[in-house]
């Protein structure tokens, strides 16, 4: 498991962990999923492909994971398997991923926001690692 839950006074943190970036987004997600304690239905499933871009990798992951928590809360949709593709230019990140899930069964916690207090994507000696705050 790439990611633990962090104690945090008022809402949830997440340290994940992992060898690349796009890597560290698909753990974050599966992460994010864990904390909620999300469980997809049964039966036909579905797939999306998201376009995003950000200033930074950090509000990249913001971006994406809050499509996600979208996704969870207006949709009833939960996405757990994810194929990310970062690139980076002069101006901008970009992210083009494409997601497979199904309709949400249940989710025990509700995140409201993924938010930017203290975060901070890290190199690390085993690759990439970063803390995510969720308002709750």
């Not at 999923?33 to 990249?60: I, V």
């Not at 970062?86 to 409201?112: C, R």
Request: charged share 20%.
């Amino acid at each position: 498991m790439p990611y633990e839950e962090l104690f945090h006074t008022a809402d949830w943190c997440l340290r994940v962990w992992a060898d690349d970036l796009p890597s560290l987004f698909v753990e974050a997600a599966r992460g994010m999923n864990a904390l909620m304690q999300a469980r997809p239905a049964a039966g036909p499933g579905t797939r999306r492909t998201l376009h995003l871009s950000a200033p930074d990798p950090e509000a990249l992951l913001v971006a994406f994971l809050s499509e996600l928590v979208f996704a969870a809360e207006q949709e009833g949709l939960i996405f757990t398997d994810f194929q990310v593709k970062l690139s980076e230019n002069s101006e901008e990140w970009q992210l083009n991923v494409h997601m497979d899930g199904a309709p949400l069964l249940s989710a025990t916690k509700i995140i409201k926001a993924v938010t930017y207090h203290n975060l901070r994507i890290r190199p690390t000696a085993r690759g990439y690692e970063v803390e995510i705050v969720f308002d709750v």
